[in-house]
């Protein structure tokens, strides 16, 4: 069965960076893009970006566009989110989420149909 | 960016209940629009997908409608496990962007 495992609970300091990974297993890793999601405590969710885990292309929410980046290891079927210069408004609960289609198609995308089980991050003094 | 509005922000309905919720996009987005539920601590599931499509699984009191800028979730007769947060989501461009959510509580 399709499972996305992320990694565990962080505290960060503001200024420093966050890596988050997301270990895919229960189909075919390269035939699909994850997106990362992130949902700060009384906020909305929040899409920070893609990436296709075939050929490592990414698209990033502009509002993130310097601060995030997203990768992939296809030998361990793992992805990876890191955020840097990490503010206290970054607390949040980080998700990656496969995409319903596959791939991203000519801008769109079909959503996340099968998501890890969220990652806190904390950013505190 | 596109700007999804969501209403009602919550709700209060019993079981039985039949529940609509809506979801008005800032600009067409076609059919590119989803519906999640959400359960506290746990992480979205995807409830139907391009408007109008139930994902594999997902009873079928759940129905989703619409096209260009304004859609309805619709569930038939609320069960006691639908008791949840729900949020719309379009995926026609980036950056997706999310509702605000609709709290469905017991009443």
């Known amino acids: 069965q399709v499972q996305l495992v992320q990694s565990g609970a962080e505290v960060k300091k503001p200024g420093a960076s966050v890596k988050v990974s997301c270990k895919a297993s229960g189909y075919t890793f390269s035939k699909y893009t994850i997106h990362w999601v992130r949902q700060a405590p009384g906020q909305r969710l929040e899409w920070l970006g893609w990436?296709?885990?075939?050929?490592?292309?990414?698209k990033y929410s502009q509002k993130f566009q310097g601060r995030v980046s997203i990768t992939r290891d296809t030998s361990a079927s793992t992805l990876y989110m890191d955020l840097s210069s990490l503010r206290f408004e970054d607390t949040a609960v980080y998700y990656c989420a496969r995409d319903l289609w596959g791939y991203c198609i000519s801008g769109s995308c079909g959503g996340g149909d099968f998501w890890g089980q969220g990652t806190l991050v904390t950013v505190s003094s | 960016d596109i700007q999804m509005t969501q209403s009602p922000s919550s709700l209060s309905a019993s079981v039985g209940d039949r529940v609509i919720i809506t979801c008005r996009a800032s600009q067409s987005i076609y059919n590119y629009l989803n519906w999640y539920q959400q359960k506290p601590g746990k992480a979205p599931k995807l409830l139907i997908y391009a408007a109008s499509n139930l994902q594999n699984g997902v009873p079928s009191r759940f129905s989703g409608s619409g096209s260009g800028t304004d859609f309805t979730l619709t569930i038939s007769s609320l069960q006691p496990e639908d008791f949840a947060s729900y949020f719309c989501q379009q995926t026609d461009i980036t950056p997706l962007t999310f509702g605000g959510g609709t709290r469905v509580e017991i009443k």
């Open positions: 990436i296709n885990a075939g050929n490592g292309d990414t």
